[in-house]
């Protein structure tokens, strides 16, 4: 029977409804799908709301994080928060990065008990952030040290030689903009870098000097650029005991921060592109396109975010 004007209508309001309803129930899904991955993404904020032990990763190129450090402030004031373990896996990164967090650590630090917790990897200003702690718990194979600062600057003037490139500059004085990548580097300009180098390097030395159980001449003679295993470390009492998130705990205990709190970790509410990568959506979505999903962001994850370090760096392997 052939279908008059009236079906023919009917079958078109028909299909509309299925598709706004099918739009809608999709649009339902992704904002659930949002909703969740914002309640992970944001360190279990419920969690946070009875006492517990506060768990803070620092991992990657250390950098001054202005998220990181609104997340340590907030940590300083939270009534629930009796005990922090502050997880550390960095090669380095800024010095100023580095003196941030520092800073920031031992404010924490004077509100309520912090042990670090070093993993693969406390080097540079990774193991400056760690001395910031009350208590270092390295694994005894975990690469702890490095003690030092360092600036480096590439050289393309044979390059620039090569394929007839110039350079003109006018300017005010001989050191303004040097060292340059375009012209080698002078005696002077050695010294003023050594200058700048030697004076930070004195006042990491003080750093380690303040917060360990060693003299001058003692952390004077572990800061020659060295790295160490924990086993070596703790020797060598950059650490103070060996082990994991469980020796952490244990330290906690000791003073007075019950071990049957739960552990919560806090994240930074980082915005942009971190808001995807850095969460747990994201790591699934980067997992399924071929991105790497175990860590931080994805140019953390490539090594890509040490290719913008400026200044003066405190960093293993630059």
Not at 289 to 312: Q, V, Y
Request: net charge neutral.
């Amino acid at each position: 029977m052939a279908a008059t004007a009236e079906d023919l209508i009917d079958r078109r309001r028909l299909r509309r409804k299925v598709t706004f309803w099918r739009v809608f129930a999709l649009a339902v899904a992704a904002l659930a799908i949002i909703g969740i991955a914002w309640a992970l993404y944001d360190g279990g904020a419920a969690g946070k709301s009875v006492d517990h032990i506060a768990k803070v990763k620092i991992e990657g190129t250390i950098l001054e994080d202005e998220d990181l450090l609104q997340l340590l402030e907030d940590l300083r004031k939270s009534p629930t928060a009796k005990g922090v373990i502050v997880s550390i896996d960095s090669p380095g990164g800024t010095t100023a990065g580095g003196e941030a967090i520092y800073e920031a650590v031992r404010a924490v630090a004077k509100e309520k008990p912090v042990v670090a917790q070093v993993g693969t990897l406390a080097a540079s200003a990774g193991y400056m952030i760690a001395s910031a702690s009350d208590q270092i718990v390295a694994r005894q194979s975990s690469i702890v040290g490095s003690i030092g600062v360092l600036a480096q600057i590439p050289n393309f003037s044979r390059l620039m030689d090569k394929i007839g490139i110039s350079v003109d500059e006018v300017k005010s004085s001989p050191l303004k903009a040097e060292p340059s990548p375009f012209n080698p580097t002078t005696e002077e300009e050695r010294a003023m870098l050594r200058s700048m180098i030697m004076d930070s390097y004195n006042w990491f030395i003080g750093l380690v000097e303040e917060r360990r159980p060693l003299s001058r001449s003692e952390v004077l003679a572990l800061a020659d650029g060295s790295v160490f295993t924990g086993r070596q470390a703790l020797s060598r009492k950059l650490v103070d005991r060996l082990g994991g998130e469980k020796e952490a705990i244990a330290w906690l205990g000791e003073k007075g921060v019950s071990a049957d709190l739960k552990v919560i970790e806090w994240k930074p509410k980082k915005k942009g592109y971190s808001l995807l990568f850095g969460s747990d959506v994201g790591k699934a979505i980067g997992s399924l396109i071929g991105l790497p999903g175990a860590g931080s962001d994805l140019l953390r994850e490539t090594g890509a975010d040490r290719l913008f370090l400026d200044g003066l760096i405190s960093l293993w392997h630059p």
